[in-house]
């Protein structure tokens, strides 16, 4: 079955350590997108890529970093820098800009 | 700022009452209009969209909404729900000039009781 797969589900980082979240998907989608979700506060946009190798800052980018060097993978990586980190993350993709995006199951962060 | 509000947080129901989940948005223009669905435990499932056309939308599991311009709104309804819609609800808006991004709503969790 296509899909987005978003791994680990649960991760657990020290303080001043550097995390990477997974997002795979195997829907050919061009588009990829990294969503940050807060109890009463909705879903929040961090990064989105539109094609292979470019990626732009969403809403709340400080502190995270994103690579896309292939079609299929869009890591995100919470960096030290990121002064709350503990949150839902959330990995979406589409076909392109126009359709609407499909989710992953998400990679609860907390830190301990 | 362009923003979307949901206004129910937490909406409880019974089987069988009929649902009205409230979305306005604070764009002027032409949107798209997506409504979202995070059953427990699974994947945002996209519910139903609006793009253009009949302002009526109807989409998966007998829910539908309607866009009306003049209110800025997109509310999501369904006639009689059911133990299995309980979840919560994701109002979004893409906005023309920028169709990169979703704004979402703060969400709208609805329990539903038999």
């Known amino acids: 079955d296509g899909g987005i797969t978003q791994s680990p589900k649960y991760l657990f980082r020290k303080e001043g350590q550097n995390v990477t979240l997974s997002c795979e998907q195997n829907?050919?989608?061009?588009?990829m997108y990294w969503y940050r979700q807060d109890p009463g506060q909705g879903l929040r946009l961090i990064y989105y890529s539109q094609i292979v190798n470019d990626f732009q800052k969403g809403d709340i980018a400080e502190g995270y970093s994103v690579s896309r060097e292939k079609k299929e993978s869009f890591p995100l990586t919470v960096t030290s820098a990121q002064k709350n980190p503990t949150a839902f993350y959330l990995c979406?993709?589409?076909?392109?800009?126009?359709?609407?995006?499909?989710f992953g199951d998400g990679t609860r962060l907390s830190i301990l | 700022a362009q923003s979307v509000s949901q206004h129910n947080h937490h909406v409880i129901l019974s089987e069988a009452a009929s649902l009205e989940l409230g979305c306005n948005y604070s764009y002027g223009g032409t949107v798209n209009l997506f409504w979202y669905v995070q059953y427990p435990g699974q994947h945002l499932q996209l519910l139903l969209k609006?793009?253009?056309?009949?302002?009526l939308v109807k989409g998966i599991k007998g829910f539908e909404a309607e866009f009306i311009k003049s209110k800025f709104s997109f509310n999501l309804r369904k006639p009689s729900v059911q133990w299995s819609d309980t979840a919560e609800y994701f109002c979004?808006?893409?906005?023309?000039?920028?169709?990169?991004?979703?704004?979402f709503g703060t969400g709208t969790r609805l329990q539903v009781f038999p």
């Open positions: 979406a993709s589409s076909p392109d800009r126009n359709q609407p995006q499909h």
């Open positions: 979004a808006v893409k906005l023309p000039y920028n169709t990169d991004k979703l704004i």
């Open positions: 609006y793009f253009s056309g009949d302002p």
């Open positions: 829907l050919n989608h061009d588009a």
